[in-house]
């Protein structure tokens, strides 16, 4: 053991002052690289100088309409009851749009507005005016004109008018190269079979599209192990060729964290450690006048991280000005206790109930990539902020459109597979709408319907008095005419690890082995209290009673892993685990909303979908649920 | 001549009926196409299926700190004053961050909080908690569980958590190919020096963008002259391979218009002629199951009919969902005529002056290509409105971010060449300030200005009483405190073809050439009138008076063309065309604002571009200025 290798010592540099030191430094180094390349192939890139037209467009006066072109004296006194008829040649010239107008025509007669006449003369009703339907040389574009202005990105009407304007080839800012260095003895390729201890590697892939989307080139290197010497060499070459390089990870304080020692012996290290949640330690060096930036480990980090250190400075070498982000003031859902230590981003889902915006926090731990995934967008708590309280406004960064968020039923309430299965299905079948659901466990949902926050609660909470599932529940809870949409029957169960090696055949059998409970307020957590309370077994008798996981799925992963031995939840998870399954129960699994709710068309959206074939069919293979009742509609009075 | 070929019917089909029934028959024929790519190579393409992880993450327990892992129940008891000692490999294993936690360790206790001993056991002031600082197998993600759903466009956080649930290769659909056809016998490639009656083609290279911007693959053919048997064998064989084609131009009725005869021959044209301005000839076929469409050639008509027409057919075959259009709601500047025939697009610039969004109409023509590169979004009018009048709310469109319209300089006014030169130099000086600039003339500057729909106007007016430029009009049209930033001093001149052929010596000349006049309230025309006045000319004696022009530009363009002799203009105008110059007079060119406008950022920016030394040698350059009281204020008191 050698703890006195760590550098136990990050900065705790807050997020602009990192920010603008690293920026400022780079300024004064990097210099914009140029290149000259063809139109056609310019698109999205940016101009270095302002354009200017090399001919006038159109070329020459030119025909706007299909006809004839005239010397507009020539048609003089025309009208109705006195036409003016005119002679091929001498008098006119057959024209289509875009010809050229030569004197000494001077006005064009659209076809329409002609007679023809048997001996190829035509007759005109009405005298054309001087310069009628003639688009006048440069009436477009002016040779000589400004057609684009310098740093500006091309868009495809760009590459037509410069076209138009006799451009074909035009200097634009490099998009720079950049390397990006995975490291770790601990990682492994996608492609290679993980073994314990293994990390897959998946953040440089994840940097290579994020590169890629600001404009810049990507190269990955094969991972480079915790070796000193290689990491140094590899990173001294690459500053020699590349623009920009991004070393990930060992960026923090660890044993194995050699990247600051590595950045200090090859150049200037400008910050090490940010204050920011997740993603602490970042590294921001200058190696050869080339940005080098290490990069935390844990995705979230690594993306948050990547978003705030690394764009500006792809942005500052590409020459392309910040994405405008959509921000928009929702009410948060749920409290947030941040520190005074940093400045914390965390990842929202946003819905949009009843006219008011509702952000919900998602898992905040820097490994919590599913977070991002699932995230319609981020807020964020200041550093000067010990946290925000319920029912506060938030400004959220969206990652998404405002109008897929106006167009999506927001669930929240117990998890069950079969949500996934619908939020597959419903862009699907009725694009543009979608199902966003969180899962707070059953009461945690009703709560939230009762605040406003979501449209619908999926629940499974059984009236202990009467055995009914839910509608006591509704009866109990809400003031206002509430429906029930009946969901799916499941059968809820103790899992075990596969072949059972431990023979537990019921609730009794949870006192000698180590359980894994589900969060105060899940159904199944009711459910669980409920046969613990017929088999007169107090909670304390249960190893593991208080530890909690959020879903169906992280108990079966618990099982699964060897870290716990029993845990109850429904068939589908154990299935999707392959854990055996000792059946203890049916229920009913449901979704609540209040009345009104049901004339919303996402929602009437969503019961389509759970009457459709392929729910059905989709729901069947996963095993474990009755789909009798599916769809049916229950009112629930008021008390 | 032969007029009779010319398809002279097209149909008017309202343009959500001519989408519909399009599409509805498309569907009918076209699956999707899929195939199977590495994720790291999958970004922005979209899921065919929806994706389950195949491994959980993490993989196995895991050490969310660095430090050492430890059985809890042998820390029990540790405080100050009693602390507890482990022995290293006995009672603990140093882990970093993402180390396996294995049976009997359960949990991590941080480095921060160790006390290192000389004989290399550690101390420690507190227990630890079961399952403490240990990330549990399948916390971010669960085998089994849904990563992505159907039909999702791949971002780069999607490609680091397929990666790490397992999934290395990814269904997606297909990226549809799609044909360019370029043809007609007038146009020639933009390399080639173009002759009179020669059209550059442009509209085949933006359409080649507008498709991979719609993630398709875009193949550009060589243009084709309008040669019915060439271009039929060439669709023939498109749509063999192709998954779409684009005919341009040859969609309307011309004489040389054979597109809609070849795919009646070869399939079934669905739409000819749609209620669109610009844009009425448009063809909506199907040959071989494949989707078929012409578009006219004008390129606005062309871009405005890719953007109905082709792209919801890319995004059918792509999977892809429209992106949300930015709409906003806009006060309108200028009254809009509109037929009842056609539904209309009309391109607009967007300010946003005192808290209100304006939208400016801009060139209407289907031929200005100019209007879609300076329009900030466009505005609909339905079919069935015969137009909307000035001070009228509009939906716009935007094409810009409302944070990039928040920070321009709305300029409307007189037009000089300087006025590229600011709007380069801002954003270049000034990131994200812009200066938007709308031509009217002087004097329709400053109804704009007194409207509130222009934050300034630049304005050359001559006060005859006086001979003082600008003053006098202000201090008669504003009743509130405004302000005059001195511009430049330019010569105004008469301009006249190289060589001055009709020997042009002053104004008198003009009564005896053909002359080129600016737009009504120009002060170059206000300009011409008192020149006119001072010499007793009166204005039925100018041929040509009538014809106006919107720019000094527009008219050099007009002399250099040969449609007119002479006009009055600006030094600048007449060196970026080579025209010769006969100077008339001094005048000053300046720009008036209400006083408290100089408050605003953008205006102090654009202050900042006016004295800088990059705007007086690039105005140098273009000669013909005075720069002597440049970016000086003067503050005209209300009457």
Known sequence: ????????????????????RYLSALKSVLKPQVEEIPVAD???????????????????NAAAMDGIAVCSDTTKGAREGAPVILHPQQDFLVVDTGDPIKPPYDAVIMAEDLTELEDGTVSIMAPAAPWQHVRPIGEDIVAGEMLLPSFHKIRPIDIGVLLSGGITHISVLKQPTVAIFPTGTEIIEPEQEPKEGDIIESNSRMFQAMVQEHSGIPTRFSPIADDYEALKTAIAKAVETFD????????????????????????????????IKPGKPVILAIVNNKPVIGLPGYPVSAYINFENFVIPVLQLLTGETSCAVNQVEAVLSKRLVSSLKHREYVRVKVGKVEDKLVASPLARGAGAAMSLVRADGFCVIPQNCEGIEAGEPVQVALYRDLQEIDHTVVAIGSHDLIL????????????????????????????????????????HLLDEETGVYNIAYLKKLFHRPMALIKGVNRVQGILVQKGNPLHIQGIPDLTRVQYINRQRGAGTRVLLDYLLKQEKISPGQIQGYQREAATHMAVAAAIQGGSADAGMGILSAANALGLDFIPVGNEEYDFALPVEYLELEQVQHFLSVLKSDAFRKKVQALGGYGLEQTGTILYVDEV
Chains 1, 2 share one sequence.
Do not use: W
């Open 244 to 275: 920009m390089v991004i070393v990930n990870a060992g960026s923090s304080a660890g044993t194995e964290d050699y990247t600051v020692h590595i950045l200090r012996e090859l150049g200037e290290v400008l910050i090490h450690g940010v204050a």
């Open 420 to 459: 996934d299965v619908i939020s597959d299905l419903m862009p699907t079948l009725f694009p543009q709408n979608f199902l966003s659901s969180t899962h707070l466990g059953s009461m945690g949902g009703l709560m939230a319907l009762k605040r406003g926050e979501a449209h619908i609660a999926p629940t």
């Open 42 to 60: 310019s698109l999205h890139r940016i101009t270095h100088h302002a354009v200017f037209a090399k001919y006038c467009s159109p070329l020459y």
């Open 1 to 20: 053991m050698n703890m006195k290798k760590r550098n136990l010592y990050l900065s705790n540099t807050p997020v602009d002052e990192a920010q603008n």
